[in-house]
């Protein structure tokens, strides 16, 4: 496995899902990196949330493209209630209480299949 240091105090995630006609949707999204886990949070219909929902299949990688950290995960959409040290680490990296934002109420964990850079 790659140095995951990085993914405990990086902002961003680049991620891609696919779309249903097999295009791929690119987007740049908050995260957070816990117990060899990936988290991240967002609105229960936005593509991205649909995307993960049809096809868990999800690339991500840093933004540093000098140093650059990139693997392929599986996406799980959990139910609440949603882990307490997942909420915590939103809130201290974010300043962001995902229990209380309804508009952002998906919270998908991404478990690492294949690190390909890093």
Partial sequence: MPNTQRLLTARNIWMATVRPNGTPHLVPIWFIWINERIYICTAPESIKARNLRANPNVSVS?????????VECTAKLLDKPFPDEVVRLFKSKFDWNILTDDEYGALFEFTPVKWLLG
């Fill in 62 to 70: 840093l933004e540093d493209g000098n140093n650059p950290l990139v």
